[in-house]
């Protein structure tokens, strides 16, 4: 009996041993993302915004880098990702509303499209296309992006190409990663600082320390990092019963939600839109919270969180000292109208998860 325990045990840990390697190899390759500001005044991170929308209004790729017509402003706040392309190295924009990889058009490249390696925090893609600016209008502080969007978002970008495969789905064909699922883990920034490295993406799966509970998956809504978001509500108060359509997208700063939830929020707030910033102004501080629904899980903002820092004022741009801003906007009428943009990410976790077309948010740890 001794000796058939002692072997069950035995088996027990050669089989624990084997699924620890395996899962070892399988673990997701992480990537540490830095938040850096390039704002003057909020108000160009509105007009920077807007510009965004209206590309996802037409259905229209973010191409603004691409095209080389010049961006509105290029004043936003991004999230960092240190990649090597080829020999040299690149701060490009995490961006889940686009999906195509540029670089900078001041780089010694020729030709608009070309293959090479692209290296994020120890992922190797060896074959990975990658675009080239033809202008570098737009780049201040960063050297491109690297698009973590749907594939079908990069249709008709390179000519004579149908679509590009994306950073990811290059990692998943060579074998570096087995699951392509990208989880994004971004932070505020703390006290008055205007960059920091605080945020983590996470390629081949999820980081189970990054978010506490359950994450709430939804099937994709198509042709971008889509959900549906419902009941969206200011402490009791209902600000409406349609259901909108929605982006997680890291590319857009502020948080935007549909005109006809923006106006009754404004409303039931007392906040008014402030001229001077761009931004919705409140003289006394809101105490409730706001929410809304995905996948039947209800999400919250806090005041402390919708609120923007005082702190925080100067790296926004916001000149004046009285009084409370918040990072909800107006998305319009027009689908999508509700873009869950870094502002709400940073409370957070998301999870893009092109294996099982779905889309995952969880509370962030
Ligand atoms: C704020 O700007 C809007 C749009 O430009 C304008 O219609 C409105 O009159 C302005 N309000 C104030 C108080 O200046
Ligand atoms: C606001 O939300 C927080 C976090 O979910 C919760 O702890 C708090 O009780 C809520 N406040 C109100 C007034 O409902």
Known sequence: MVRIAISTAFIAA??????????DQHAPIRALVKKISTVTNSKNIVAHDNARLNHYFKKNPVEEFATGSAPVTNEVFSYIAEAKVGSQTFDLIVDTGSSNTWVGATTKFTGTEYTDSVSIGGTAA?????GVAKSSTGFTGTDGIV??????????????????????QTLMSEGVISSNILGVSFAPLTGSSDESANGELTFGGVDESAYTGDITYTTRVTPYWGVSVSKFAFGSTSLGTTTASGIVDTGTTLFYVPTAVYTKFLTASKGKLDNTSGLVKFTTKPTSNFTFVIGGTTFTLTPAQYLIATAQYSNWGISGTSGFYTFIGDGG?????????????????????????????????
């Open 126 to 130: 060896t074959t990975q296309s990658i």
């Open 333 to 365: 009428s027009e689908a999508p109208n509700t873009i869950l943009g870094q502002s709400f990410l940073e409370f957070y976790y998301s999870v893009y998860d092109t294996d099982n077309n779905r889309v995952g948010l969880a509370t962030a740890a």
């Open 14 to 23: 050669v089989i624990g041993m084997a699924s620890a390697l395996s899962l």
């Open 147 to 168: 698009g973590f969007g749907p594939e079908e978002l990069t249709e008709d970008t390179v000519n004579g190409v149908d679509e590009v495969p994306t950073f990811l």
